[in-house]
């Protein structure tokens, strides 16, 4: 099932903020910030939530790239460079950007400038 951009885009952040096995107060303030402004209105994010909370580490590569292609298929450029920017801050919000993380920022940032070019 395609993801809206959204959702897509929630997708992405919750997965970067996972995968270093740490998830902190900064990190939320940056998926917060998304959520604002992307939903005008107040939206319930259980399903959600409980879908990534089931999804195994061993996935999470996977369901990234099709959370990407979910975005990217629905998105202009600019709301792609916004989303990398909400990704890179989410990595930074926990100083120093780990290895995991990067290998994600990595790949959302080859694939959409790639492909853009």
């Known amino acids: 099932m ?21 998830f902190s107060f900064k990190e939320d303030k940056v998926i917060a910030e998304f959520i604002s402004q992307q ?16 999804l195994p580490k061993s996935e999470y590569m996977e369901h990234f790239q099709k959370a990407m292609a979910d975005f ?21 919000a926990t100083q120093p950007i780990t290895k995991e993380e990067n290998i994600f920022i990595d790949e959302l940032f080859n694939e959409w400038t790639e492909t853009a070019i």
């Open 72 to 92: 990217y298929s629905d998105s202009t450029e600019a709301e792609r460079m916004n989303l990398i920017d909400f990704a890179v801050k989410l990595a930074k």
């Open 2 to 22: 395609k993801l809206n951009k959204p959702i897509a885009g929630y997708h992405l952040l919750m997965i970067l903020s996972a995968v270093d096995n740490q």
């Open 39 to 54: 939903f005008p209105i107040e939206i319930n994010l259980d399903n959600e939530i409980s879908f990534l909370a089931a």
